[in-house]
């Protein structure tokens, strides 16, 4: 929150801004030996763990939350997930061209996104990003509109169109999902596809603590939505894989000048990212003074502390 902030040179982008100053010089990260290890209720959500296409057959490692795992897969195609260090077995799921597993008991199945089943959508795997950042962080970052004239120039955002105009946040009971609605941003370049600057529409939609995804105007389809999806795979409290993936409405683009647009993007994000401090997400009320702009990151941390997820979270901390 509040760490989208102008220094006044143009240009530049202060990633000290809205943080304590007893923060600033502290660049030491957290022992992770000496935090607690992952509460049941961070266990007993889905987790996205590796893209099909890049899980080679056999044996090979992964991991979530802090622990180890072996990933099996056989010549017929089916996959085992177990807990290197039991030998327990995971949960696993296959969806979205992804692996997806829990090492809890997940109350229902994998988010579901109606979107992925239309015939006429491309699904859009974009590669995994290692990230030296906390998952709560990364979703904060995928709702935050203010950094794109900032962090993502002359694409997702120019200045001087730097206001985040009001929009709605919920907590929807009925699906338990964090939803902001009526979002728009002047927008450059919304997609690789778009040939001017439009003002782009955005609904935000997290569908688990660490599974987070945007629906947004499409150049290429009135009525209808792009979506993006950010899957983020919590390695460790401070540290992260994030799983970009697209369900668009583009018969134009290559898939390889899509992921590359993608990519770019997420790689502008990992530099503010890796350089937030404090690195885990301050659950502490007014750690961070949020602003108008923030209403989903407040709505996102306050449904976080009814779930009692803290994994990623200054909570954690033992
Ligand atoms: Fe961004």
């Known amino acids: 929150m509040c760490k989208h902030n102008r220094t006044g040179v143009p240009g530049q982008y ?23 290890p992952a509460e049941k209720a961070a266990l007993d959500q889905w987790y996205c763990i590796d893209a099909l296409e890049d899980i080679p057959l056999g044996e090979s490692a992964n991991r979530l939350l802090g622990y180890d795992l072996v990933v099996n897969r056989s010549s017929q195609g089916d996959f085992a997930v177990k807990r ?23 109350a229902g199945g994998v988010p579901p996104i109606p979107e992925a089943d239309e015939p006429d959508r491309r699904l859009v795997i974009c590669g995994a990003v290692s990230v030296k950042a906390s998952g709560p962080r990364v979703v904060e970052n995928f709702l935050d509109m203010a950094h794109f004239p900032f962090v993502h120039t002359d694409i997702l955002g120019a200045e001087p169109h730097t206001e985040v105009r009001h929009y709605t946040t919920e907590i929807r009971r009925d699906v338990d999902e964090v939803w902001a609605t009526n979002c728009e941003f ?21 569908t688990t603590p660490f599974t987070v995804m945007l629906y947004k105007t499409s150049p290429n389809a009135e009525n209808r939505w792009d979506v993006i999806c950010l899957f983020v795979q919590p390695l460790d409290p401070e540290r992260c894989r994030a799983h970009p993936v697209m369900f668009l409405l583009d018969d134009v683009s290559t898939t390889t000048d899509l992921i590359a ?18 690195v885990l997400l301050p659950l502490e009320p007014r750690a961070e003074i949020p602003t108008r702009a923030d209403a989903s990151s407040v709505a996102y941390r306050r449904w976080l502390k009814e779930k009692g997820v803290v994994y990623g979270t200054t909570a954690q901390l033992a």
């Open 14 to 36: 202060d990633l000290t801004v809205g943080i304590e100053p007893r923060e600033r010089n502290r660049r030491v990260r957290h022992d992770v030996t000496r935090m607690k």
């Open 84 to 106: 290197a260090d039991t030998g327990a077995t995971a949960a696993h799921r296959l969806r979205y061209g992804y692996l997806w597993v829990s090492l809890g008991a997940p």
């Open 186 to 206: 002047f927008q450059p370049q919304a997609a690789l596809s778009a040939t001017g600057g439009i003002m782009a529409q955005y609904m935000y939609r997290v």
């Open 261 to 278: 647009f993608q990519q770019m993007i997420f790689l502008q994000d990992r530099i503010i990212l890796e350089n937030q401090r404090p």
